[in-house]
T-cell receptor, first 113, second 114 residues
Framework: DAGVTQTPRHEVAEKGQTIILKCEPV?????LFWYRQTKIQGLELLSY????????DGGAFKDRFKAEMLNSSFSTLKIQPTEPKDSAVYLC???????????FGAGTRLSVL | QQQVRQSPQSLTVWEGETAILNCSYE??????FPWYQQFPGEGPALLIS?????DKKEDGRFTIFFNKREKKLSLHITDSQPGDSATYFC?????????????FGKGAKLTVSP
């Protein structure tokens, strides 16, 4: 079975640009999560979807971060406009739901200059 | 507000020693505690988990000890190997029939020296 696929693996952006990160969850999973990972803050939840419905849109990230699930097999995270402090690894994860395990993608490393 | 706290932030042990990673939590309604292991360049992956009805869970060289009264748990890695060098995340959630959302600690970087 294919795992969670994230593209691109690396992204370099100029300050003020719009970037879109992509995620394909494990087929059949109901829950999808976007996390931001930094050494200082660890894993921070950005968005949480259940059966394509947005359940949580991380408070501190609402203004410039927007996640969408276009269908059950594809999600995007848009950051607009980017700032240098957005430099981090962005992780997508999916889960069958309930007591199910989270399956993470390998992440997208974003560098904002 | 950090719901899940981990200590130490980093730990170095020699090959063959036991590594102990600690975790504590705030919310007494948490009832599911997974540990995730992350290697550089990869996403975290589930290593082992425990529910609040148990006080110990063992899987090979990895053991979780859970103290509900003190809201603490620990991950013991016995006979540590260089391949265990990774970052370990403690997490917690309230398990519900319709799904759950994990709160993660900030992680602990383990280095096992040969």
């Amino acid at each position: 079975d294919a795992g969670v696929t994230q593209t691109p693996r690396h992204e370099v952006a100029e300050k003020g640009q719009t970037i879109i990160l992509k995620c394909e969850p494990v087929s059949g999973h109901n829950d999808l999560f976007w996390y931001r990972q930094t050494k200082i803050q660890g894993l921070e939840l950005l968005s949480y979807f259940r059966s394509k419905s947005l359940m949580e849109d991380g408070g501190a990230f609402k203004d410039r971060f927007k996640a969408e699930m276009l269908n059950s097999s594809f999600s995007t995270l848009k950051i607009q406009p980017t700032e240098p402090k957005d430099s981090a690894v962005y992780l997508c994860a999916s889960s069958p739901g309930g007591a199910g395990t989270l399956y993470f993608g390998a992440g997208t490393r974003l560098s904002v200059l | 507000q950090q719901q899940v706290r981990q200590s130490p932030q980093s730990l170095t042990v020699w090959e063959g020693e036991t590594a102990i990673l600690n975790c504590s939590y705030e919310d007494s309604t948490f009832n599911y505690f997974p540990w995730y292991q992350q290697f550089p360049g990869e996403g975290p992956a589930l290593l082992i988990s425990i529910s609040s009805v148990s006080d110990k869970k063992e899987d090979g060289r990895f053991t979780i000890f859970f103290n509900k009264r003190e809201k603490k748990l620990s991950l013991h890695i016995t006979d540590s190997q260089p391949g265990d060098s990774a970052t370990y995340f403690c997490a917690a959630s309230v398990q519900q029939g319709t799904g759950s959302k994990l709160s993660f600690g900030k992680g602990a970087k383990l280095t096992v020296s040969p």
